[in-house]
């Protein structure tokens, strides 16, 4: 059964960073789409970044140039590497996973139960 599990979310100051982990099991990493998601009250969910089996991936315009996602497919874990945080950032942040459709990302079905970040001074 897959399961994903959220951790590294907290409290930091603007321009600070943090690294966010989901820890996968019931699949295989390499082999799905994963992806990052947040929810801001008041605002809706966004699709942060997403990565794809083969390496490549997408980014929000909002965090493009701040944000890295990545993986490790061995532990196998998901990462989001955030820095130079802003208070626009905060929010209920997600884990995703999706199966791999040619070059795309079928929907995202299985979820994590979320890790709340939090970016004020």
């Known amino acids: 059964e897959v399961q994903l599990v959220e951790s590294g979310g907290g409290l930091v100051q603007p321009g600070g960073s943090l690294r966010l982990s989901c820890a996968a099991s019931?699949?295989?990493?390499?082999?799905?789409?994963m992806g990052w998601f947040r929810q801001v009250p008041g605002l809706g969910r966004e699709e942060v970044a997403t990565?794809?089996?083969?390496?490549?991936?997408t980014y929000a315009n909002s965090v493009k140039g701040r944000f890295t996602i990545s993986q490790d497919n061995a532990k196998p874990t998901l990462y989001l590497q955030m820095n130079s945080l802003s208070p626009d950032d905060t929010g209920m942040y997600f884990c995703?996973?999706?199966?791999?459709?040619?070059?795309?990302?079928?929907?995202?079905?299985?979820w994590g139960q979320g890790t709340q970040v939090t970016v004020s001074s």
């Open positions: 995703a996973a999706a199966a791999s459709v040619g070059s795309r990302c079928a929907t995202f079905q299985y």
């Open positions: 990565i794809h089996p083969y390496g490549r991936t």
């Open positions: 019931g699949f295989t990493v390499g082999d799905d789409c």
